[in-house]
Nanobody, 124 residues
């Protein structure tokens, strides 16, 4: 059973950058597609960015968000640049052994494993 643990959240000023991590155990994360979601106060959880399993190619950058993984560390990352107040949310990583196509990678029910989330607060 894959387990995911996010970390790296915190209080950041607007315009700053932050990288949150998702460490996997109980499985090899390279064999999973990974997605990052977030949930702001009072709002539904929303998709941020995803990464299909290799060898599928895709652009790991979506605007201010970059997803990456370090297979040696069994870890996925979400880099957020030029942080805005509206980026304040709990950030979740999720994984699935399926290899979703681009039209389904953003759907919550694509993913079978979820972390507990890490809080990112953007404030001056």
């Amino acid at each position: 059973q894959l387990q995911l643990v996010e970390s790296g959240g915190g209080l950041v000023q607007p315009g700053g950058s932050l990288r949150v991590s998702c460490v996997a155990s109980g499985g090899t994360l390279a064999n999973y597609a990974v997605g990052w979601f977030r949930q702001a106060p009072g709002k539904e959880r929303e998709f941020v960015i995803g990464l299909r399993r290799r060898p599928a190619f895709q652009n790991p950058v979506k605007g201010r968000f970059t997803i990456s993984r370090d297979d040696a560390k069994n870890t996925a990352y979400l880099q957020i640049d030029s942080l805005k107040l509206e980026d304040t949310a709990v950030y979740y990583c999720a994984a699935t052994q399926r290899n979703p196509i681009m039209s389904t990678i953003s759907l919550e029910n694509t993913y079978d494993y979820w972390g507990q989330g890490t809080q990112v607060t953007v404030s001056s």
